[in-house]
Structures are given as structure tokens and as C-alpha cells.
């Protein structure tokens, strides 16, 4: 094991603006890292997910940018907005990314949802929508290869 000493990222933080979950995955020894930001304006909570990609050997080398990742509802064509809770997932083999965010349902007005993406070496990614609920999903998480959990908050419980 080689230990880095030297850091590959910089994260500016303020009082309004934090980085609050990471998630990563190694593949073809490449490090794949998503930071999910919060940012508090007038009142309002806005939600980004920021990846950032490096060979493992030369991490430490230089300072990596991080790149603003969009997704794109597959099913409705529009972007979704405020993504957050970026998780890397293996499910039945593929590669994805699980992450709330919200998005136009059909038929309905927009919800919050949780969706999943098909890990790609993009930075605009399409996802489909994996919850059915009428109530906040969030904070997914793996169980199997074939299944997955996460929260729904209705306002005043969780489920």
C-alpha cells in the first residue's frame, strides 16, 4: 500500500456552502470520487454533485478539478435538478449510481425522487427513476447485487 501525502483536491467550504457525502469507486485503476455540495441562498437549499477522476498512480502529482455532474430524466428528457445522496452501486453487474433529485413525473407535478444512472466517463449522465412514492426518497443504499434500500420522508415520519 502507498500512502499519498500531497493532496489532489481542494474544497472550498463557507458557512452556507458545504460539501456533505462522498462516495467513490476504483475501476481500471482509475479513482472516481462524487462530492455532493449543499448551498443555502436566501433561504433556499440548492444541491450539486461534483465528480472528480485520477489515475491511482498519479494521485498526489497535481490539483484536480472538479467537474459539475448533470443528469438527464430519461424517461420525461429534462434535467433534473438539485441531485443529491450520490451513491456508486454494483447492481446486477452494471456499474450505476444511485442519487436523489428532483424531477418531473409524468402526469404529476415534480417530486423527489430517486434515481439510477448507468455509470459512464461523462459528465452528463441519463438516469431513470427507481422509487414510486409520492414522498421525499432519499439516502440509498446497496443491500445485494439485485436490491437496494432507502428513505421516504412524507413530512412527518420516515418510512
Known sequence: MQVVKNPFAIVKTET???MNELSYTILNNTLT?????????????FYKI????????ELGTSILKLVK?????????SKLQSPRSAQFVT????ESILFTAEGHRVGDDNAISLYKASFADSTQLK???VS???YFSYLPLQLTDKRIAWLDYDGDRYE
Open 33 to 45: 470520487l462524487l462530492n455532493n455540495e449543499e448551498l443555502l441562498a436566501q433561504g433556499t437549499l
Open 132 to 134: 414510486t412514492t409520492k
Open 127 to 129: 438516469a431513470v427513476p
Open 91 to 94: 447492481l446486477e453487474g452494471e
Open 50 to 57: 461534483f465528480k472528480l477522476e485520477a489515475p491511482v498512480d
Open 16 to 18: 452556507n456552502h458545504h
Open 69 to 77: 455532474m448533470e443528469f438527464i430524466n430519461e424517461i420525461a428528457g
